[in-house]
């Protein structure tokens, strides 16, 4: 792992800052570049340069969650995400995990949790960086190089729902979505349904956070790609109801 990695601390608690940049300070290889107690004031201090945030998803102004969407759709997908928080409701972790955080550490925790999940941060990183300097370049890759002196990447992994039951999203398929759509909102719809209980278009984009309009485009999408399966509910007046959950998985 390459020395210093940058961190910053984003919570609205002073004490929890405090705290937590003193924890970080102590392990080897690490330090605190900022802090942050607002999801405006995390994403502005991003901007100067950051490896790791340290984020809480109860921010005021913008969530945790917000700012983790944001912050993928940085050139690179912006900097790692360790999640620090005292949430612990299905659709919070499930949206976190969907927005590719390296760990989700639940408040209060100790010294030695956060060490383990930093130590264990450093050998993953520097596992990834061997990986990508070994990797062979592809000739479009090595014409950027030429040109611009960087080289831009697709993860290697795939989003998946949080139980692991279908609804797998390629990096591949994300990376040829239709114009309008991104992959972090597609990853957030997903881990928002169910094999099993099927939700409404509504209850979908309050579980993201999203526009109904805009849960509807990717949902439509889902479908469309075979990730969701669609079926109504009719009542005794007026329109049936659209319900959406996920397909079972191909492995089952």
């Known amino acids: ?108 925790f100790t010294f030695a949790a956060l060490r383990e999940r930093l130590e264990r941060y450093a050998a993953d990183r520097e596992r990834r960086v061997a990986d990508e300097r070994d990797r062979p370049l592809a000739q479009s890759e090595i014409d950027r190089l030429l040109s611009t002196g960087t080289i831009r990447t697709a993860p290697a992994t795939s989003l998946r729902d949080g139980r692991g039951a279908g609804g797998t999203v390629s990096a591949g398929s994300a990376a040829a979505l239709p114009k309008g759509l991104a992959a972090p909102t597609l990853a957030q719809v997903v881990a928002a349904l169910d094999p099993v209980v099927a939700l409404t278009g509504a209850e979908v984009a309050a579980a993201c956070g999203i526009s109904r309009a805009t849960a509807n485009r990717y949902l439509t999408h889902l479908v469309d790609t075979g990730v969701i399966h669609l079926s109504h509910r009719y009542g005794k007046r007026g329109r049936p109801q659209v319900l959406y959950r996920l397909a079972p998985s191909p492995e089952r």
């Open 1 to 108: 792992m390459t020395p210093g990695t940058r961190v910053l601390i984003a919570d609205d608690d002073r004490g929890a800052r405090a705290l937590h940049a003193g924890f970080v300070a102590d392990v080897p290889g690490f330090r605190v570049v900022g802090t942050a107690d607002s999801g405006e004031a995390a994403l502005e201090r991003i901007r100067g340069g950051v490896d790791l945030v340290l984020l809480d998803m109860r921010l005021p102004g913008i969530s945790g969650i917000e700012v983790l969407h944001r912050l993928r759709t940085l050139e690179q997908g912006g900097p790692d995400v360790l999640v620090i928080s005292s949430s612990q409701d299905q659709t919070t972790v499930r949206q976190a995990l969907a927005g590719q955080v390296v760990g989700y550490l639940v408040k209060p």
